[in-house]
Structures are given as structure tokens and as C-alpha cells.
């Protein structure tokens, strides 16, 4: 094999390595995008079991949210207050809403929940299923979720605002 040809081989094959590697990093994704995103909180809400009944529920056939059957104005009206004496995290939240669903609820059933909440700019939420036992002081302890972002109709990512540090700079104080 003569010089000239090594080389041409070696070339050849050079840009057949870096066409592949092109091919490979720009042929896009085939796995469909979420519905939503959640961020694990790792904290988690107490709950009393005389309050599962009065948790907001969503009407996904009507868009609307019902509280003990009746109508709930505005969802943001039933946003508690969460207080952790030991946070395990500095981005504990400050307070959340804790909903009802059923026990079946799966991801097709939460979209539309998680959609309208974090429209209305709630993005912490303690989803509570039926069914759930309470512990010996009565209380029901369930995992709080952070809601990154929920996609609509159009396939569109709706977002919820970042959390940020206390301690950090805001933007709007530039």
C-alpha cells in the first residue's frame, strides 16, 4: 500500500467518524417530552385526618376545583403555611397546597391538576390519595411536590417560577 493511498483511506475514514458523530449528536429525540416535570422537595405536610374530606378536589370535565362539593372560588385560598423546624433542604417551601384525589390517579389524571395549579402560580402541592391511613396521632403525612413545569394543549412547557435563596439578589433589585 503506497502513501498517497494510506492516506486517502485514513481521510476517508476520518470523515466517516466525524459524519457519524454529527449524525448521532443532531438526529434529535424520539422519546416523546413529559406531561410535567416534578422537583422533590424532600420535606412532607402533616395533615389531620378530620381535614381529608374539606381537600380540594379538581373537576377536570369542568375545569373547576370543589371543596366538599362545593365550588372553591380561588384555589390560591387554600395555600397553608409550611413551617419545618429541621428543614432537610435550604429550598424547603414556604408553603404549599394540599389537594385530594383518588387513589387510582395516575399521570393523565394529575395533568390537568398540575396545569391549572401552576397557572394560578402555586407550584408546591401535597397530593393526598383516598384511602390514605392516618398514623396514631391521627395525621396523614404526605410528600410535597415542586412542580417544575406541566405542558398545555399545544405541547407548550408553562413553567413555574424558579425558587430563589432568601439570601440571594433578587433581579428586580438592580
Not at 13 to 21: H, I, Q
Not at 42 to 64: C, M, N
Not at 141 to 168: E, M
Request: proline share 7%.
Amino acid at each position: 500500500m503506497t502513501k498517497k493511498r494510506r492516506r486517502v483511506l485514513l481521510l476517508g475514514a476520518a470523515l466517516l467518524l466525524a459524519a457519524g458523530n454529527l449524525w448521532w449528536f443532531t438526529r434529535g429525540s424520539s422519546q416523546p417530552e413529559p406531561d410535567f416535570v416534578l422537583g422533590a422537595t424532600f420535606e412532607y405536610a402533616s395533615i389531620a385526618a378530620q381535614d381529608l374530606p374539606s381537600l380540594p378536589r379538581y373537576d377536570a370535565a369542568k375545569g373547576t376545583w370543589q371543596a366538599r362539593g362545593r365550588p372553591v372560588t380561588a384555589i390560591k385560598d387554600h395555600i397553608r403555611p409550611y413551617r419545618a423546624s429541621d428543614s432537610v433542604t435550604k429550598w424547603s417551601p414556604t408553603s404549599y397546597v394540599a389537594i385530594g384525589v383518588e387513589a387510582s390517579a395516575g399521570p393523565s389524571q394529575l395533568h390537568p391538576i398540575f396545569l391549572d395549579l401552576v397557572r394560578a402560580g402555586i407550584c408546591d402541592v401535597a397530593v393526598v390519595q383516598d384511602g390514605m391511613s392516618p398514623d396514631p396521632r391521627g395525621e396523614v403525612a404526605v410528600l410535597i411536590q415542586h412542580v417544575v413545569s406541566v405542558r398545555d394543549g399545544t405541547g407548550s412547557a408553562v413553567k413555574c417560577p424558579a425558587r430563589q435563596s432568601a439570601a440571594a439578589p433578587s433581579s428586580a433589585s438592580r
